[in-house]
């Protein structure tokens, strides 16, 4: 039955597309240097706005904490806009003049944003930035309960973006997110392409309607400390990823793997900067409240340890950072071995590192094929031995997994959208910029006859001729 709320922001869709559509025609048109001072007023935009945004969305949805939400929106104002500002995503991009080719952006035209809730604003900055970046038009389907922070975040970047010239609704977002509504967005003859970050049902659906996606896959990250790794400074930078906003990254740390060896020094460090282990009751009770009904616990994700224990009716420090449970089973009805989004974090212990490349595996194929796996190692062999056939698209080696996997604190390509690609049954394992965003034309001169084609070819392959 199709209530009248549906209907209304069905409606709502169709107009955020046509008008989307008259932008786009639009900018289009515009050159690197109207498109570049577009992007930049956006920046500025969202840099003033950032703590307000965060502030926003902590008190709408109840994930995270305000500091490090500024952070993640002033990560996409600032790393993500470094790392784009130079690209070029107008006319001729690549001139190949050897073999006369050369390549010209076309933009996609009109994309559909899917924004999740555990980062509602920032992820809105980002995807507008890497649109308009690429003279398209974006059309945002919030998640219902981050509706008014993620419709506000939208509203900054499009008024931002006609400041410096560009059209009226380039931008938008839906007010009234519905499902009828999201399929409306997905499946409109006028959209062009989705861009999905969500859970995977979300994700599925975006690559089910029949239009060209980029969705993503969730992340069970398993971490590797082998016994060569710099244990005090291992510690240090997996609390520091695993605590920011309070775990709601999916390339956050859900599970370490630590050789037996060095086992009473990890855990020993981890009390020493914060860390909470939890005895078996109490393991239990945690264990309790992790998931409802076969799915992770909304009520758990981006809490502080402080607020899961109360939760779960145990309690702990004050100064508590992070909650820890032993383990040594793998699949869902171990929930300390699943996708987390909060501050709980699983331990393994592992004879070598031969066992710690099969848990790992393990906990992959249980929910994270194609995100994130980190390795704390000083042995560069050992690295290599224990990275080159793991089933994921990036591997952060001696940083937080959190910063390491969005290009923080690593080379990688700055992004808030990570591709899991065919591992986590996604088109691209690449981190989403502006590049993906674009359609690539290619003016390709004749270079030599085709009877010389012909010939060459059967030189090479005798067994033609």
């Not at 039955?1 to 025609?25: C, F, G, P, T």
């Not at 704390?376 to 290599?384: G, M, N, Q």
Request: charged fraction near 25%; hydrophobic fraction near 40%.
């Amino acid at each position: 039955m199709i209530r009248d709320i549906d209907l209304q922001s069905i409606q709502e869709v169709r107009n955020y597309l046509e008008e989307a559509k008259s932008a786009q025609k639009i900018i289009q048109k515009m050159k690197q240097s109207e498109i570049d001072q577009i992007v930049e007023s956006m920046v500025n935009a969202a840099r003033e706005e950032a703590e307000r945004l965060a502030a926003m969305a902590v008190e709408e949805t109840g994930f995270g904490n305000v500091a490090d939400k500024t952070v993640k929106n002033l990560f996409a104002a600032n790393d993500v806009y470094n790392a784009i500002k130079d690209m070029k995503t107008v006319g001729i991009v690549r001139r190949d003049e050897q073999n006369r080719v050369w390549e010209v952006a076309h933009p996609v035209g009109i994309v559909a944003g899917i924004v999740p809730s555990t980062n509602p604003t920032s992820t809105a900055i980002f995807k507008s930035l890497i649109a308009v970046k690429a003279r398209n038009a974006i059309v945002f389907s919030p998640h219902p309960s981050a509706a008014k922070c993620t419709a506000e975040a939208a509203r900054i970047m499009q008024e931002a973006a006609e400041r410096a010239g560009a059209p009226k609704g380039l931008i938008s977002c839906i007010k009234q997110p519905t499902l009828p509504a999201t399929n409306e967005l997905m499946r409109h003859k006028l959209t062009d392409l989705i861009l999905a970050t969500g859970g995977p049902g979300m994700v599925k659906a975006a690559y089910s309607s029949g239009k060209p996606a980029y969705g993503v896959g969730p992340g069970n990250v398993p971490v590797y400390i082998h016994e060569s790794a710099d244990i005090a400074k291992t510690v240090q930078l997996i609390i520091q990823s695993k605590t920011f906003d309070y775990g709601t990254i999916c390339a956050s740390e859900q599970a370490l793997v630590v050789d037996q060896s060095i086992k009473e020094r990890v855990i020993s460090e981890f009390k020493k900067q914060g860390a909470y282990f939890l005895n078996e009751e109490e393991k239990q009770k945690v264990a309790s409240v992790i998931m409802v009904n076969g799915s992770l616990n909304a009520k758990i994700v981006g809490k502080s340890p402080q607020v899961i224990a109360e939760i779960a009716g145990i309690k702990v420090p004050s100064d508590t950072k992070l909650l820890i449970a032993e383990e040594t089973n793998i699949g869902k009805e171990y929930p300390f071995s699943i996708e987390k989004l909060s501050t709980i974090l699983a331990f393994y212990t592992v004879k070598d590192w031969h066992e710690g490349s099969d848990i790992c595996v393990k906990l992959l194929e249980l929910g994270g094929l194609g995100h994130t796996l980190g390795i704390h190692c000083e042995d560069e062999k050992l690295i290599e031995a224990f990275t080159i056939d793991k089933p994921v698209a990036r591997i952060i080696i001696n940083s937080g997994t959190t910063f390491g996997g969005i290009g923080a604190t690593t080379a990688i390509q700055p992004s808030l959208t990570l591709g899991c690609g065919s591992f986590g049954n996604n088109i691209t394992s690449d981190n989403i910029g502006p590049q993906h965003l674009i359609n690539i034309k290619r003016i390709a001169y004749g270079i030599r006859e085709m009877q010389e084609s012909n010939k060459q070819l059967k030189e090479k392959n005798p067994a033609l001729t």
